[in-house]
């Protein structure tokens, strides 16, 4: 054999061992993202997935969501593989959108921008590279720098991604204004108020924008290890190879019928709204929020569906939580995440245990490759979290991400200033000021007792107001601050505002010319501390005191419309004794 078929046959087994090392490549990929336990179930890990979105067609202002499809944000925990046409025509079920992205050669779009195809159909390794080294945590760099492949591995280690390359559809149901909506809200109240023959007041008009309802179907590559099996070996065009050669191969990948698979649907509802006041903004700008929010919206959803869109990582540390994830994977403040440790039964199985809850408290930003930081610069790489439940945490159980709305709702009972039965909401406002266990709240109490009214000297001697007897009914709203003392017990202290209405439940005192049907109103300013105690994670029962301070006179009102007030000229203790001043209450709290 002459030295011209040595070289050449080395230069073959050379080719040959290279496509053997992409396809053993993506093999461990695909196999070394999950341990199997002895149980059955895998212990997953979490990697990046990437996401492809298009809007259908349809609705009075798809012209305006069309034009924000050219600059609508993909989440940061997603690699972006957004294509040039983003919008399809309207369609109504999961197949029919199935069948018109592949019409479209998604899957196919998607492959070509993972490897970066060009005009002459070859291929490229870069992003899978990037991607790969983008994906790898702290740990991982500092795993692979020991050993020989070094970051190579690392990069490699990108082509497991590509199956994890999802495709999101949006779906418009009715876009309503805010507008239209508060019209409907009054046409119920018309004639809600005329059949009871009541007097009908609008409601009061506090926002403006856009409300939708939003139907999101979800879809990635389908059958992606022998995809790509038949991709490398068939398809991916070297340097050397002949015009023919190239040829066949751009033929047979533009020719191949890649698929996507159909994961699941969701539906939410959405809004882009502001305060009603000041100059509104444009139409325009209110629908590119809402196709933003409706991005995040159908996140969410689907991952409270999706096992692979959890966030997962090992707890880093404890005295402080840390953890090693952030703005990379679209971490904020508040956001809630399950802690879990793996125990083997007697028998051998492995399962997951919860043991403990805890939110995120400040997100470090690690929106870059990862350097393999150690120990000295964990303020920089690792986010801070803090317990709201469970059982004492260790290094090295693993963090899952759980969404919650971050709301709570509180009933129970109270004693004293503006006693009875009171039902409370509240909301964390921490993924918008950064600021943890700070919250807004409002609620509203019901109650009925009797009172001497000739005491104040308001409504005369007469029998009728020595005992009467009155319903009252009212309101709160306000802020409060937290902090967790320990697991699974928290304070907080809040203040707010307060009001009151006082109705007679005696026909002759209803009727008196001193009240003539009307309301007796009081205006409070409140303060007070409230501690909570774990039943389960978002189970707690409440008590606290609260203090209920009077502002101004008791008003004489229809409870809606500040004009026909009267100004009774004595605080509305005197009129109704104990209503002002201390509160105590006890409750259970709901939090979802």
């Known amino acids: 054999m002459d030295s011209n078929s040595n070289i050449y046959n080395i230069y073959m087994y050379k080719r040959l061992f290279s496509v053997a090392l992409l396809l053993g490549i993506m ?22 997935n990437s996401l492809t979105i298009f809007l259908v067609e349809g609705g009075r202002y798809h012209s305006e969501l069309k034009s924000a499809m050219k600059n609508v ?62 994906n790898a945590t702290d740990a991982d760099v500092l795993e692979a720098s020991a050993t020989k492949l070094g970051l190579a591995k690392l990069q490699d280690a990108g082509e497991k991604l590509i199956r994890q390359s999802y495709v999101m559809v949006i779906c418009f149901g009715e876009i309503k204004t805010m507008e239209q909506i508060y019209n409907e809200m009054d046409e119920s109240k018309r004639q809600a108020a005329k059949a009871l023959g009541m007097e009908f007041k609008p409601v009061v008009r506090i926002k403006n924008g856009f409300r939708a309802e939003v139907a999101g179907f979800l879809y990635r590559l389908a059958d992606v290890p022998e995809t790509m099996n038949d991709f490398y070996s068939n398809m991916w065009i070297f340097d050397d190879d002949s015009p023919s050669t190239v040829a066949e191969k751009r033929q047979k990948f533009d020719s191949a019928p890649f698929k996507l698979s159909y994961v699941t649907s969701v539906n939410t509802t959405v809004e882009a709204t502001e305060p009603n006041m000041g100059n509104p903004t444009g139409r325009s700008e209110m629908l590119r929020r809402l196709l933003n929010n409706s991005v995040d919206g159908l996140v969410s959803a689907f991952e409270n569906k999706i096992e692979e869109w959890k966030v997962r990582t090992p707890l880093y540390s404890t005295f402080p939580l840390r953890a090693k994830i952030g703005t990379k994977e679209n971490l904020q403040v508040e956001d809630r ?46 986010s801070k979290f803090y317990q709201i439940a469970g059982h004492k945490l260790e290094p090295g159980m693993f963090l899952e991400q759980s969404n919650d709305y971050g709301c709570g709702v509180t009933f129970g009972v109270s004693a004293g200033a503006l006693g009875g039965i009171y039902l409370s909401g509240e909301c964390l406002l921490g993924q918008y000021i950064g600021l943890t266990q700070t919250k807004f709240f409002m609620g509203g109490h019901l109650g009925a007792n009797t009172f001497d009214l000739t005491k104040c000297g308001k409504f005369g001697s007469t029998s ?91 008003k004489l009102t229809d409870g809606t419309d500040d004009d026909d007030t009267k100004d009774l000229g004595v605080t509305y203790s005197e009129i109704f004794e104990g209503r002002a001043g201390l509160n105590f209450n006890c409750g259970l709290r709901i939090q979802f």
């Open 27 to 48: 093999r461990i990929g695909f196999g070394q993202d999950a341990a199997l336990s002895s149980s059955g179930s895998y212990m997953k890990e979490y990697n990046r």
């Open 73 to 134: 944000v993909v989440p940061a925990k997603f690699d972006n593989n957004m294509l040039s046409k983003r919008v399809l025509p309207p369609l109504q079920s999961s197949d029919a959108v199935k069948a018109e992205l592949e019409s479209m050669d998604v899957p196919k779009q998607i492959l070509s921008k993972w490897f970066s195809r060009n005009d002459d159909g070859r291929f490229s390794m870069s992003v899978i590279h990037e991607r790969g080294l983008y």
């Open 337 to 382: 995440y399950f802690v879990y440790e793996y125990q083997t039964d007697r028998h051998g199985q492995v399962t997951p245990k919860r043991r403990g809850v805890i939110r995120a408290k400040k997100v470090v930003n690690n929106s870059h490759i990862a350097e393999g930081s150690g120990n000295e610069n964990l303020r920089q790489t690792t």
């Open 464 to 554: 009728d107001f020595a005992e009467a007897s009155f319903a009252f009914y009212g309101g709160e709203l306000g802020f409060s601050k937290g902090f967790f003392l320990l697991r699974n017990l928290s304070v907080s202290g809040h203040a707010g505002l307060a009001m009151e209405w006082a109705d007679a439940l005696d026909t002759k005192v209803k009727k008196s010319r001193k009240i003539e049907g009307a309301l007796i109103s009081g205006f409070f300013g409140m303060a007070g501390a409230q501690a909570a105690l774990n039943i389960r994670y978002n189970w707690q029962l409440v008590g606290g005191v609260n203090y209920y301070a009077e502002i101004g006179n008791a």
